[in-house]
């Protein structure tokens, strides 16, 4: 049994994500056996597959009522979004699942949600970020905190240390039903094609799996993340008004002072805090450099008195 | 021109690997171009094509000679090697390279390497290692000690921030000459594969080119390294006797301490630290543990007195 599972408290209210799919329909068969007692079950029909997609929603509302769960449906045109909005249908239907999920969490006052994200979406999630320029072999947390329509929510995906055969091999095993291809506007295109052809190729060449491997590669980038925090920390360059200390800051090696920047930046509530940007915050730890940078939101980053912050 | 070639000291002498191709000419005329006095080429003819093998070297030794540079060569049959040992190729043409530069380096007193890996070079060993299961998106450093043929080198690659495109066209546009497909054994097979059918498959999923993200994962998983070995540091576990201070350990984090176990155990010289093994180094830190890991190679990792240590 995954370890959240075990240890979450089984009286709190947590929303879940059940798109009628084997690995949606697998967690929440955990969670039930695992006697989670307040669960609401959340299904967005994203009217990408016509009456199949009802069939979807139905399925999940029956399944949601037979376990003894609240059921919050809903239902979007995601292809007219898309066509609409001129933006493409898998950024239409993460649009349109996240305004979801936020007004489920709004009606039901409950900001936890629980999604069946496993290891194999991982590995998936780890080589899309990889090529795309992500920092490291970044994949998704087991829990982290995320904005949804405006709403802050804590995200927790307890399934990321299964595979996907596993899972079905599950459902299997104890009888129980899904629904095959449930309309999900993620498993488009690009995430097939990395699922159906570049991970088959790259297993191919190396001659092991690739996505155990990936997998590994993200945990070990997640804890790697954890120590840069506990770096940030260690360096302690933070004064009493939440300004950095510019001779501290001066007394670690310059990786350090990035990382510190970094860390600032961002929870000064800078918005896309890139290398460039901490290359320019770097600049003015030289007393010698302009006091001021410019941030994006027309904020600013300034320097006086041996003290930097943003204003 | 690269930051490396900018700062070294030019009178200082380095071997420098060059095949006859573009990546390892152009390497050779920067560092001509640059001011390097003493640099000693060595050329591995790796006897995988013939006549052209020879013609090969005999290219790099002319370019040394008419550079004012000393030259050694050296020939081995990798195929025949392969085959004897029953190796790869790969793994054959790396052994005979190691074995190469090692007698250059006790022939010349000069340990230090440089060679011409370039930014498509590092792309392909993220994604390979990636897919091998590495720790992160590990690439080559720009600056790092190996053992080769029993000698610690220093290898050093100053073109890491190049493109392949790039150095060719600085080739042509200086109108100077290289050898096509000089033999290099490690070109061969799985990177080959790499290169040709696992990079575009991924531009072409990807819709922009994967290689400057690996690239860019590479550098920051190299940050990400420094910043690891930094806090080890910071965590401050080792007593005067080389052991490792438990009551310390154990104010730390988890994630620290993982690191630091890894830490130690890598400069104790233990071979292959696995995470299994931290995971068991680890163990040792519960007082009502068993006081005694094994390690490979017959050593043991030993807790008495609040203390830590290989032996």
Redesign the interface.
């Known amino acids: 049994m995954p370890r959240w599972i075990e240890e979450a408290s089984k009286r709190r209210r947590y929303l879940v994500g059940v798109s009628g799919g084997a690995d949606s329909v697998s967690l929440l068969h955990l969670l039930h056996r695992s006697g989670f007692g307040s669960l609401v079950v959340c299904h967005l029909d994203h009217g990408l597959r016509g009456e199949e997609s009802r069939e979807d929603a139905r399925f999940v509302e029956k399944l949601a009522k037979s376990l003894g769960y609240a059921f919050e449906g809903g239902r979007v045109e995601v292809a007219g979004l898309a066509r609409g909005e001129k933006i493409s249908v898998e950024t239409a239907g993460r649009r349109a699942r996240h305004a979801f999920f936020a007004a489920c969490a709004r009606a039901r006052r409950c900001r936890r949600l629980v999604l069946a994200h496993h290891g194999d979406d991982q590995a998936e999630t780890v080589?899309?970020k990889?090529?795309?320029?992500?920092?490291?072999?970044c994949g998704m947390g087991e829990s982290q905190t995320m904005v949804m329509g405006g709403l802050e929510m804590e995200i927790i995906r307890p399934l990321l240390e299964f595979r996907r055969a596993e899972l079905r091999q599950w459902l299997e095993q104890e009888n129980l039903s899904w629904r095959e291809d449930p309309s999900n506007a993620q498993a488009i295109a690009?995430r097939n094609?990395?699922r159906n052809?570049?991970l088959p190729?790259?297993?191919d060449?190396?001659k092991?799996d690739?996505t155990?491997?990936?997998i590994?590669?993200a945990n070990?980038?997640a804890?790697?993340?954890?120590?840069?925090a506990?770096?940030v920390e260690?360096a302690d360059v933070i004064d009493p008004q939440s300004r950095i200390h510019l001779p501290k800051l001066r007394t670690?090696?310059e990786?350090?002072q990035?990382?510190c920047l970094f860390s600032y930046l961002r929870q000064a509530g800078v918005s896309g805090v890139t290398r460039s940007l901490v290359d320019r915050a770097l600049s003015l730890t030289d007393p010698e450099s302009p006091p001021v940078i410019n941030l994006p939101g027309g904020r600013a980053l300034r320097r006086r008195a041996g003290r930097i912050w943003v204003a």
Chains 1, 2 share one sequence.
């Open positions: 080589l899309w990889l090529v795309r320029g992500s920092r490291g072999a690009v094609r990395i052809e570049a190729l790259l297993e060449i190396a092991r690739p155990e491997a990936l590994k590669a070990s980038d804890e790697l993340r954890q120590i840069e506990w770096a260690q670690h090696p990786v350090i990035r990382a």
